[in-house]
């Protein structure tokens, strides 16, 4: 397999099926893409119809779209969807909510790893952060119990979450003592480390 991503310190839907990728222990190879370089968005129309990344090359298949490319690698691995039917759904619904959702938070913070700043919150983006709290506090209560993530072991989930974690250390975003820890395990797995590390090696864009 192959993963067309853009810009680690900017690309946060780039981030989401690497980091699920990583942690699942899946064979693939990356193809960076400078998502600011001329002609950059015709060579994207290269890998995918939408000029858009991630997309996920198999096998002469182009696979686009995020919540697209989850379900295509938990048909390989599916362990990054919970196993108890009830969670799983779950989990799907809150990627999904994800993915539609919180553009208060993507527009007013976005994904800039290597930015550290403090500001008060837009009332949009603390309306965000709000539902984000309830959101990981409720699947870590139901559903949480045999291990760390929000559905115990690693999942989707957490990759879908995951450049929120950035986003609250980035913008020093205040957020409860148990969202803070759970985006800080986030923070520290070993994947986003190895991505992060890679992301400090970028020219800055903006």
């Given at each position: 397999m192959k993963?067309?991503?853009?810009?680690?310190?900017?690309s946060s839907w780039s981030l989401r099926p690497w980091l699920a990728l990583k942690v699942a222990g899946l064979p693939f190879?990356?193809?960076?893409?400078?998502?600011?370089?001329?002609?950059?968005?015709?060579e994207r129309l290269g890998y995918g119809p939408t000029g858009k990344v991630p997309v996920l090359l198999d096998a002469g298949l182009a696979i686009w779209?995020?919540?697209?490319?989850?379900?295509?690698?938990?048909e390989i691995e599916p362990s990054l969807w919970p196993s108890e039917r009830?969670?799983?759904?779950?989990?799907?619904?809150?990627?999904?909510e994800m993915h539609a959702g919180f553009?208060?938070?993507?527009?007013?913070?976005p994904m800039n790893l290597r930015l550290r700043t403090t500001a008060?919150?837009?009332?949009?983006?603390?309306?965000?952060l709000v539902r984000i709290e309830a959101l990981w506090a409720d699947c870590r209560s139901r559903f949480g119990a045999g291990?760390?993530?929000?559905?115990?072991?690693?999942?989707?989930?957490?990759?879908?979450f995951a450049p929120v974690a950035t986003r609250i250390r980035s913008y020093g975003l205040s957020v409860s003592a148990p969202a803070q820890r759970y985006a800080d395990r986030l923070l520290a797995l070993p994947a986003f480390l190895e991505w992060e590390a890679?992301?400090?090696l970028e020219p800055l864009q903006r």
């Open positions: 993963l067309v991503i853009g810009n680690k310190n900017y190879d990356e193809v960076t893409h400078d998502l600011y370089r001329d002609g950059a968005l015709a779209e995020t919540p697209a490319i989850a379900e295509y690698l938990a009830a969670a799983r759904a779950v989990a799907r619904a809150v990627c999904a553009t208060a938070l993507r527009t007013h913070c008060e919150a837009h009332a949009d983006v603390a309306a965000d291990g760390d993530f929000l559905f115990g072991a690693f999942s989707h989930a957490d990759a879908f890679a992301a400090a």
